[in-house]
């Protein structure tokens, strides 16, 4: 592959011409960086592509330091397809298409959609904690994009082979009939979007054929509607006087009901001060359906259920466009047997981190109180004797251990679980919480900690399993 120069600044794209001129002094690269984002367009140019491979991933946009360089391992080489100044705004697409790579393997991504969905480590382990049975009734509050839906919703598939043989055959064939569904959908779609193609791409003479006879219509149209207008001017000067007369007795009509209320009758109201309030709206779904999916984005619910009808499993999960924190409004209180909370978070936990986080301490601290909004509902929501998994992809201890220690204190009546025989191979792929941030000695055994700076081959995650007492 030869001597390829390596980029200095994270997310930033730089030539190899450019590289040398960084490589030669390193405290160049703060002003060959704002060169480079303000004034250059490397689109179509040579880019290398290097990782860090031994310590956590620098942030897109920052300067790395001298010993930062060195852990940079060169992995290929490409053509760039975005300018330096998108590859740091956007938070998706593609930046380099590459031509020449140290490591060759399959690219995961879209491989085999209707059967693999990829997922991080303690993502996985969300629904393994929960736990959930064939008769239960689960609710998954904040569900897109649907990995761990369709994983619960496989994982009681899979208990139901055992549990209820019989059930567990009837709904495989409504899986399987669901996907070939799908798949024929999908095909249709996808040969209409071909045909529209084409047509796009008829001859010139059909086109300029089409363009004709619309504008012959549109004269013609043009031509009726001034007869018409001519016809409509001659009835209406001949109806006139029966217009007035009708419009006088209109105006002393509305007068008397003027007067008429003014002398004390009262005419009904409608304005919003006298609405009823709206009653809640109750939710029906199929008694078959064992898992509730909920989000109350319409472009994410979108993707949900896709996800959902992907895999076949819409007779089992039931996608609903609904605001998690109402669902007791639509539901009632304690109505599920398991519940899992996902809620939106800081996201410090992800990666790569695609933008330098800007958020404040008051911004943090908004999120672990937006997410004790949910902890209620969810507690609400709950049966007695069931159980509830939070989880973040943040490693913010405000929203996860300090939202734990609160959630005991505001609920006496739940307790929080910690390994057992079945789930004590789970807590060790993790580690334990922090002290000092809300939880004693013995509670930070009972979560489970994932940090990137422990554990260089996950995310930043947090996990806590719950039990309502009866």
Known sequence: MGNVERQYCAGVMFSHREFGQCRTNVCTIQNATYHAVRFSDPIGVDISVCVVVDSPAPLKGSLLKADEIRK???????????????VVQKQQGVAV?????????????DVLPETVFLQNLPSMIVSHLLQPKWGDKVLDMCAAPGGKTTHLGLLMLHNAQQSAPEEYQQQQAQVRERQREYQKQKREGKQDEEQRDASRSAPEEHQQQQQAQVRECQREYQKQKREGKQDEERDASQSAPEVRGCQKQKREGKQEEDQHDQFGAVREKTGPENEQKAKPITVTVSPFVKVIALERSQPRWRELKTCVERFGLQDLIATLKLDATTVTEHFGNAYFDKILLDPPCSGLGLRPRLRKDTSDLKHLRGFAEYQRTFLTTAYHALKPGGRLVYSTCTINPMENEENVGWFLNNFPNVKLLGPTTETEGLYRLGGPGLLGCGLGVGEVEKVIRFDPAVHLHSIGF????????G
């Open 97 to 109: 298409e590459v031509k020449e790579c140290v490591f060759r393997h399959a690219a995961f991504h």
């Open 462 to 469: 947090f996990l806590a399993a719950f039990e309502k007492a």
């Open 72 to 86: 940079l391992v060169h992995i290929a080489n490409g053509i760039a397809t975005m300018s330096r100044y998108d």
